[in-house]
């Protein structure tokens, strides 16, 4: 018997389906799709059209984004639902898309009780609370087997954020072990600073040095689109990461 779920899930899959040919146009200039598994291909069209139902996806900065860059945009932000349900994303609702990179003020309040003003140019941000925002040239940069992709990254940080501050410690999954999670994520975020600082070649982008919560970010991006490297880098991360995923993209018919 289908659950309340199971039958809105079919109800949205079957009234609004992406059509055959966009969702194929889409694919081509996306690699990172075409390196999935036929079944995995069709989980992700799947999550993917659930989640245009869900989330409302804006344009900014004078952008309207078609047809094909929502089903692109999609396509990228559903990689994480692969092997995770859209609950998962319960703590946003909207895409917002600028065509570049855009300026964001933000205010704070120091421990003085004064405000400050601060101007940044940025390509992708996710605060605790409000929508995703991404710059359309990156999100096209994104998806390319490199390791870059934005989409992934500001979404990790979301996921993050689901159990408070992003600190690269998401909700793990039952079963998981914390201490497991910990250990594998401070060795490999220490040997990133200490590569870093020290001038020597990164496996990662140099970016995850920055602070552990952008480690996890650029681990996801890594895990998503060159997971071979990653798991050479960083087996440890890679596991914990197959596990936070449930699935494994060296072995995709083994469910972790
Ligand atoms: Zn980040």
Redesign the pocket.
Known sequence: MWSLRDWRRRCILARHPIPDALWQAVSRRLPVIAALTPGEQTRLREQATLLLAAKTISGAGGLDPDAAMRVHIAALAALPLLGLDLDWYDNWHEIVVYPDTFVQEHEWEDEFGVMHRERRELD?ESWQQGPLVLAWHEIEASGQGSGFNLVV??I??KLDMQNGDANGYPPLQRGMSHADWNAAFSAAYEDMVRRDESGMETPLDP?AADAP??FF??ACEAYFEIPAQLHAAYPAVYDQLCLFFRRDPLAPSAVP
Do not use: D, K, Q, R
């Open positions: 992708g990254h500001e990790a940080h970016y919560e952008e970010a650029v």
